[in-house]
Every structure is written in structure tokens, then in C-alpha cells.
């Protein structure tokens, strides 16, 4: 949720780009040949910097501000959606870099055989959530599996879970603390072998609802369980979104269940290569480019259907 001060810094950042644009003008004004190359150069920046505000005009959510939780599951089909699961943990990766965001693993269990089974990312940054919330959903992969020794297609699925990073205040969520059961374990990588010798990670389980949430990345556990209550509030605060939507959508007579059918966009590596949003239609012939964290078309598609 935006604060005073972050909408100060917009009104400041708005009035810069106002005089900026009044100081070319007045420049331009002045017909002067040798200032035409400086001058297109300025007016380049100015209006690939008024694209991105046009972008961000339209995260305007109660938590788009907020930093995200991501979150991706490996679905059925072993080794090769595990695979495909840690292939979408490094895209991300790739744009949270490029966007200059802050990436943190909470959580994260390894393949049997290769892979990922599941992790969990705390994403720090202006806008982060704005930006992921178009991530959530099924993702799909076509391609040619690497791990069968035919070398047949295998489609795989993952899922991607995204939650905003809020505050006690913004979740307005009360949790009882006799509604928690906690359990201490040993932190463990790849191959179960023991990253700490203590017990510092954390598992949170929600008895009412029962949610469980767990976070084996910080150094103590007290810091683990700090993180772990952060991201149990976020999905908290999501059941409470998704019912309120739920009664609505009753009452209209809309409802359908979410599930894991329900695919948002699909990766296909072969026998042609294209990744297609199947929410907006906005699609890529460039696979590698999208898998490499080229995602801003997608997220600005999705953004401007949403908003109409």
C-alpha cells in the first residue's frame, strides 16, 4: 500500500519530468542546428521514461506497491516438472535482476533426481507485486524431455503462486497465537545434507485453516519465524480475497473453481518454438528470450486487459 512519503516522492519524480520536458521545448525553440543530435537523444530517453510511468500508472491495486512473495510447485510428471520448476525459479530470477529488484530464497525443496519440487522467493522492490501479479496461475512447457532416453515430447506443468509482502497494519488480520502450531528442524540442501547443525528452520501451521508455511533461509530462528508469520499473513490475506471474490461471483453466477487446469500461458520448445498468454493472447516467437526473463510484454498485456 502506498505511504505518504512513497506519493511524495512520485509528485517530486512527476514535477522533474515536467521541467525536463519544458526545458527541451524551450531548447528546440531556439532552432539551433547544432543541439538537434543532444536533443533527440533527450527526447528518446523522455519518452521511453513516460512509458514506463504509463506502465506504472496502471498498478494500482491496494498492495501493487508492496513487495511480493513468489512462490513456484512443481505439478505432476516428475523429474521433468521439476526440471520445468527450476527452469521458471531462473527466469524470474533473470527479471528480478533486470528490474533491479532484491531476491531472497525462503524456502526451497530439491528434486528427487533433478529439479526443484517447490520455492518460495521474498521479492523486495517498489511495485514488485504490481509487476508478478500476472505470473499467477498454471504455467505449461512443451518440449523434447531430456530425461527420457527416447528423447520423446513431454508437456509439464508448474504453478505459480504470488502473494504481496504486507504489513500488520495493510492485512488488518488477526492471528491467535494458540491457532499456530509451530515445528523447529534442521535447515537441509540437496542430497538431505545438513546445511546447520541447529534447529533453526521453521514450520508454521495454521490450524484453522490449515496452511502451512516454512522458512529454512535466515541464520537464527527467531528470523525465520519472523518471515514464516510474514508470508502465513499474505495467504491469509489471500483467502480472505479469494472468498469475498468467491461470494461475489456466486451471486453474479460466475463462479468456477480455480485448479490446476486452468492453464494461463504455455512454453513451446518444440516441434516450434512460441510462448503464448492464453489470458491475453500476447504471444513470442523468441522462447529463449522469455525463458531468459524478457517478460514485460506479458506483464503489460495482462495489465491492460485487467484494467479495461
Not at 506502465?55 to 505432476?76: E, K, Q, R, V
Not at 533473470?94 to 520455492?119: L, Y
Request: hydrophobic share 35%; charged share 25%; net charge negative.
Amino acid at each position: 500500500m502506498k505511504t505518504a512519503s512513497s506519493l511524495r516522492e512520485q509528485v517530486v519524480s512527476w514535477n522533474s519530468l515536467k521541467q525536463q520536458l519544458y526545458d527541451l521545448t524551450e531548447l528546440a525553440k531556439l532552432e539551433d542546428e547544432s543541439l538537434r543530435t543532444d536533443l533527440e537523444a533527450e527526447i528518446t530517453k523522455l519518452e521511453s521514461e513516460l512509458e514506463k510511468r504509463s506502465f506504472a500508472a496502471m498498478l494500482s491495486g491496494p498492495y501493487d506497491h508492496d513487495g511480493a512473495i513468489l512462490a513456484i510447485h512443481a505439478g505432476a510428471g516428475g523429474t521433468d516438472s521439476q526440471d520445468w520448476a527450476e527452469m521458471l525459479q531462473r527466469m524470474y530470477m533473470r527479471w528480478i535482476e533486470d528490474q533491479g529488484f532484491t531476491a531472497e530464497i525462503v524456502d526451497t525443496t530439491p528434486g528427487e533426481e533433478a529439479g526443484i519440487k517447490s520455492v518460495t522467493i521474498a521479492v523486495g522492490g517498489p511495485y514488485a507485486f504490481g509487476h508478478l501479479r500476472s505470473e499467477k496461475g498454471v504455467h505449461r512447457l512443451v518440449r523434447l524431455s531430456p530425461f527420457d532416453a527416447a528423447h520423446r515430447r513431454h508437456t509439464s506443468f508448474a504453478l505459480v503462486e504470488v502473494l504481496p509482502q504486507v504489513s500488520l497494519e495493510e492485512a488488518n488480520i488477526d492471528i491467535t497465537p494458540s491457532d499456530i502450531k509451530m515445528d523447529v528442524f534442521r535447515s537441509s540442501g540437496a542430497g538431505g545434507q545438513n546445511v546447520q547443525k541447529n534447529a533453526t528452520a521453521v514450520r508454521l501451521t495454521h490450524i484453522p485453516t490449515g496452511i502451512v508455511v516454512t522458512c529454512q533461509n535466515e541464520r537464527s530462528q527467531i528470523q525465520n519465524r519472523e518471515f514464516a508469520m510474514g508470508i502465513l499473513r499474505a495467504r491469509l490475506l489471500e483467502l480472505r480475497q479469494a472468498e469475498r471474490e468467491e461470494e461475489r461471483a456466486v451471486l453474479r453466477g460466475e463462479y468456477t473453481k480455480a485448479e490446476w487446469g486452468s492453464q494461463i500461458r504455455s512454453y513451446v520448445l518444440h516441434p516450434y518454438q512460441m510462448v503464448k498468454d492464453h489470458r491475453t493472447d500476447f504471444q513470442v516467437g523468441n522462447a529463449q528470450s522469455v525463458l531468459d526473463g524478457d517478460l514485460d510484454g506479458f506483464m503489460g498485456a495482462y495489465l491492460k486487459s485487467a484494467s479495461k
